[in-house]
């Protein structure tokens, strides 16, 4: 996929999810693997509405560049730091140029 594929494709998921995401939704991140070293996680991030969860894990890797791994959470590299709340902080920002309109919790 060349460079001008990978930006359509940001773009679309950040029109996608600007349409089921807004502004005081809270999103959920799980930790599903942790690396041997802890210097890297597989995370998912999901919400829950009418009891249903939705997940989107696709849509942040695709909108923040992380590597999508088989089991569908992201590959997040750091420790050190609360990485669930780094993810959906930097989703926010580049949502909604606001890195707390979003809200996240732990699962």
Request: hydrophobic letters at 35%; aromatic letters at 12%.
């Amino acid at each position: 996929m060349n460079k001008k594929q990978e930006r359509q494709e940001r773009q679309e998921a950040i029109e996608y999810i600007k349409k089921h995401i807004k502004k005081g939704d809270t999103l959920y991140t799980k930790i599903v693997k942790v690396s041997p070293s802890g210097m890297s996680r597989q995370i998912t991030v999901l919400d829950i509405k009418d009891n249903t969860p939705s997940y989107w894990s696709y849509y942040v890797s695709k909108i923040l560049g992380y590597k999508l791994k088989d089991n569908g959470a992201i590959f997040v590299k750091g420790c050190g730091m609360d990485m669930g709340f780094h993810v959906i902080y930097s989703l926010s920002q580049t949502l909604f140029n606001d890195g707390y309109a979003i809200k996240q919790r732990w699962i």
